[in-house]
């Protein structure tokens, strides 16, 4: 039998938060999903002014970083043409996001979930995304 360890809603949202300040203090509107670590979604939300097109690429992105257990931004280089992963990104009815802004959320060197933040630039994205796991880990202590 397996034990497995993954967010529960409080520190979904905890990341949530600790995300939109930080989307706030750059002052760029982000979408945000919180997955657990089979990527299946816990908790979203979209900041007033995000895009449209933000919603599904932010939870398609906590998606992919808990899939693969990586964080998005590592896909980039390997999946474009002659690469390793190339054709990444048309797997699975083209949920697989090799863009910046989802990375998962380790405990122990375990996925527990994961974080996907889309409506910025894709550094912006990821520093977004960053932020929700430091609201995470603070959230620990």
Request: contains cysteine.
């Amino acid at each position: 039998m397996l034990t497995i360890k993954r967010l529960d809603i409080d520190e979904a949202y905890a990341i949530i938060a600790a995300a939109r300040a930080k989307a706030n203090e750059i002052g760029e509107p982000v979408c945000i999903a919180v997955t657990d670590e089979s990527g299946n979604l816990l908790a979203f939300e979209r900041m007033n002014g995000s895009k449209i097109t933000s919603i599904n690429l932010a939870i398609d992105k906590a998606y992919t970083a808990a899939g693969v257990q990586k964080g998005t931004q590592l896909l980039g280089e390997v999946s474009q043409p002659g690469a390793p992963a190339y054709g990444l990104s048309s797997t699975l009815g083209g949920r697989m996001v090799v863009i910046a802004g989802g990375v998962p959320v380790l405990v122990d060197g375990q996925v527990v979930g994961s974080i996907g933040v889309s409506g910025g630039s894709p550094t912006q994205d990821l520093e977004v995304a960053e932020a929700g796991l430091q609201g995470f880990a603070e959230s620990k202590t």
